[in-house]
């Protein structure tokens, strides 16, 4: 592992112009897509989970799903089954069992984007990476950014950053950053961001 020398976007956003974000959002967002198209590459990307040889069990961010959910699964459809036999009795859609799953960071907050001393953008902690459905990336950034009460306007990039999924966000019942009941040490949303 490697050292970079630089500092926590979570300490300089708030001073950053209109311009430096919108910058800092449209790199995030050529990564996100250097990740994406990345992952047709790996030979394991049909299973949920960190890149390795065999189905893993891994920890799914708390803040997103509670303590559920850690497999190991052979299949993507395996995961799907199970997030819609509980989020499906809602009313508000299924998840897709067909979806192609991606190779994902899955804990993109502003303290895990280090700004370097060169200027460029690192993403650090991997630890909870690993391959999922494209929809992962927003609700794990939107979910990392309640958990961190990152500053509001930073929850106005994700969508750019990460691309915008509001069907699974309503049928995790996610909304607006302004409607947040806490729960304990999760989250749930009543309305929807746009």
């Not at 050529?30 to 590459?41: C, F, G, K, N």
């Not at 190991?72 to 395996?78: G, K, R, V």
């Not at 200027?119 to 630890?127: P, S």
């Amino acid at each position: 592992m490697e050292y970079i020398k630089g500092r926590p976007l979570a300490r300089l956003w708030l001073s950053m112009t209109l311009w430096q974000r919108f910058i800092v959002a449209w790199t995030l967002r050529s990564y996100i897509r250097q990740l994406r198209t990345a992952s047709a590459a790996h030979e394991r990307r049909t299973v949920p989970g960190p890149m390795s040889d065999s189905p893993q069990a891994f920890g799914t961010p708390v803040w997103m799903f509670g303590d559920r959910f850690k497999g190991p699964y052979n299949i993507w459809t395996e995961f799907c089954d199970e997030l819609n036999s509980i989020y499906g009795k809602r009313g508000l859609g299924l998840f897709n069992p067909t979806e192609d799953l991606i190779l994902t960071h899955c804990n993109l907050s502003t303290r895990n984007i280090v700004v370097g001393e060169d200027g460029r953008l690192w993403l650090v902690d991997w630890g909870m990476s690993g391959f999922f459905p494209p929809w992962f990336e927003y609700i794990a950034t939107m979910s990392a950014a309640f958990r961190d009460a990152a500053p509001e306007n930073w929850f106005k990039y994700i969508p750019l950053i990460t691309g915008y999924y509001p069907a699974e966000q309503k049928i995790l019942g996610w909304g607006n950053p302004r409607d947040i009941i806490e729960r304990g040490r999760i989250y749930v949303f009543k309305t929807p961001v746009f």
